[in-house]
């Protein structure tokens, strides 16, 4: 599957990805020693129920709900010490210093299909106001970009509480704010969009809330995040490049991502799993040697050949059933 291959060397190049992972696991493993003792019991994100331990990453004890299978880290940080851990990590701001500095053009043209396609879901809503779209965690600027490129909004303002991410997307001239959620009470929002963050979110539920209640009637959202049923959690559980405490806390699944929504007011129009990388995830951590796929000879034995005709289908078919790792949820704000 030569196409795919490239691609996930494309999206995480080896060298800066192998250097990511080593930053994460060591400023994690840091951060748990100095913190743990402070951190807070929590129940399922999604539903609030309890859930049973499976398993432990860099110290911190992975939790999943015995309800609606969200996986999810408890005991957890506060949001006073994830700020504290955002602002200063090493391996926090290695990849903020790496989305800032590279360009974002082509960051904006991989966008395209997707902003596009949100775009003809609002269109069919002819109660739906394009007023102005926000895009809560911005980062480069990128996915606003794509949004403004629709040409579908009136204004596209993009928000992040990192003072070198609100720099870079001002300087692709995009209406930029400082912060979060909290920042738009005194502006029109009928889009909020939010890509790879709700995953980080000490409390979803609430923020969530913020997000509708500062949304117009006839509002969307739609959020991108990391499928915690997707193809990569199951064949690697702990060990997927994926699960990386204390920056990702919530690990939500089609099912529990509607649940959530649904109870904060939303009403669900899709949701999908559109990945492409799940089983080059997989098939590169088995030639890393991070996992040996020895519980799973049939899938070791079709990534040992990397036998095209089975994996680009397959990634395919990952897609299609709502098993790919990523995935993005259209909500509309109910009457
Ligand atoms: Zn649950």
Not at 107 to 113: C, F, I, N, R, S
Request: aromatic share 10%; charged share 25%.
């Amino acid at each position: 599957m030569p196409e795919i291959k490239s691609e996930v060397d494309r999206i995480r190049p080896k060298d800066l990805h192998d250097k990511a992972v080593a930053l994460r696991k060591a400023c994690g493993e840091r951060f748990f020693g100095d913190y743990h003792e402070r951190f807070v019991d929590t129940r399922c994100p999604a539903c609030g129920k309890d859930g049973e331990t499976v398993f432990f990453k860099y110290g911190f004890t992975h939790k999943k709900c015995a309800a609606c299978a969200t996986l999810y880290c408890s005991p957890r940080p506060t949001e006073e010490m994830l700020i504290e851990y955002y602002s200063t990590s090493k391996a926090t701001c290695f990849w903020t210093d790496l989305l800032v500095s590279t360009g974002c053009e082509r960051k904006v043209l991989q966008y395209g299909p997707r902003a596009e396609q949100l775009v003809e879901i609002l269109k069919q809503d002819t109660d739906f106001n394009p007023a102005r779209a926000v895009d809560l965690g911005a980062g480069s600027g990128a996915f606003a970009l794509a949004l403004s490129r629709t040409g579908f909004f009136d204004k596209v303002m993009a928000v992040d509480f990192s003072d070198k991410c609100c720099d870079a997307c001002e300087k692709i001239g995009l209406e930029t704010r400082h912060g979060s959620v909290d920042v738009l009470s005194d502006v029109q929002v009928n889009f909020i969009s939010m890509n790879d963050m709700v995953e980080h979110l000490f409390d979803p539920m609430q923020f969530l809330s913020q997000c509708y209640d500062v949304l117009d009637p006839n509002g969307y959202i739609s959020i991108a995040c990391p499928n915690g049923e997707g193809f990569d959690f199951q064949v690697m559980q702990e060990k997927t490049v994926n699960i990386t405490p204390p920056e990702h806390l919530n690990y939500f699944n089609s099912d529990s991502l509607a649940l959530l929504l649904e109870s904060v007011g939303f009403e669900m129009v899709s949701i999908c799993t559109p990945g492409i990388l799940d089983v080059q995830i997989v098939a590169r951590a088995f030639r890393d040697g991070l996992i040996d796929l020895k519980d799973n000879l049939w899938l070791r034995e079709r990534i040992i050949q990397d036998d095209a005709e089975f994996l680009a289908p397959f990634q395919k078919f990952l897609q299609q059933n709502k098993w790919s790792s990523h995935m993005v949820a259209i909500a509309k704000k109910s009457q």
